[in-house]
């Protein structure tokens, strides 16, 4: 099943500096999400980018996609204490299954 | 809006129990609704998928008498773990799909359900 792999699978960085999270996954979508799971908690839904997107904006953070070299990455800008998560990519199976990867564990350091 | 509820938060139970775990869309309507198991420190899984009024998809290892799934309703799913067992426990994940199957597959998660089998 198509799942996206996301890396680094760990990033360390101190606050109000940015954080690059990158995710490649295998066959051709239609549209790619972006998930934020903090500690023990669900997930919450920061963006999807369509496939005729190219890049695409929510606050502090910007997603880019490139389907030529099927993958897609995550920015986080001024990086905040709070943003302290893991973050996940979830390209889709077939119109509506997600298969998560193990996710980029995130700690900003204040 | 897009909001999903879990219920219970957590839940503490002898081995040979079942639990019931209730899944709801709280501002929409969802005809299907996953649901996801996830260990510590591990991704998450997808368990099946909980179609409204028709039987769930489980995916491949998940046995289905083990884990019942009935979505009765557009806003209600709910995953029994029958004769639960201590590696049963773990983080029980439900999400919801916005805008049926012709939409972008935009799902929105619960805030899960933490198991812990005596």
């Known amino acids: 099943s198509q799942q996206g792999e996301e890396d680094p699978q760990a990033l360390s960085i101190q606050e109000g500096e940015n954080a690059t999270m990158n995710c490649s996954y295998k066959?051709?979508?239609?549209?790619l999400q972006w998930y934020r799971q903090n500690s023990g908690r669900g997930l919450v839904h920061l963006i999807l980018i369509r496939s005729n997107e190219r890049e695409k904006h929510s606050g502090r953070l910007r997603v880019t996609l490139d389907t030529s070299k099927k993958s897609s990455s995550l920015l986080i800008t001024a990086s905040r204490a709070a943003d302290t998560a893991s973050y996940f990519c979830?390209?889709?199976?077939?119109?509506?299954?997600?298969?998560f990867g193990a996710g980029t564990r995130l700690a900003v350091h204040p | 809006g897009a909001v999903v509820s879990q219920h219970p938060s957590w839940v503490i139970c002898k081995s040979g129990t079942s639990v019931k775990i209730e899944c709801r869309s709280l501002d929409f309507q969802a005809t299907t609704m996953f649901w996801y198991r996830q260990f510590p420190k591990q991704s998450l899984m997808l368990m099946a998928t909980s179609n409204e009024g028709s039987k769930a998809t489980y995916e491949q290892g998940v046995e289905k008498d083990k884990f019942l799934i009935n979505h009765a309703s557009l806003t209600l799913s709910t995953l029994t773990v029958t004769s639960a067992h201590p590696e049963d426990s773990s983080f029980y994940i439900c999400?919801?799909?916005?805008?049926?199957?012709?939409?972008?597959?935009?799902?929105?998660f619960g805030p899960g359900t933490r198991l812990t089998v005596l």
């Open positions: 999400s919801a799909l916005l805008g049926g199957a012709t939409k972008y597959n935009e799902q929105f």
């Open positions: 066959t051709s979508i239609n549209n």
């Open positions: 979830a390209p889709p199976v077939g119109y509506n299954k997600l298969i």
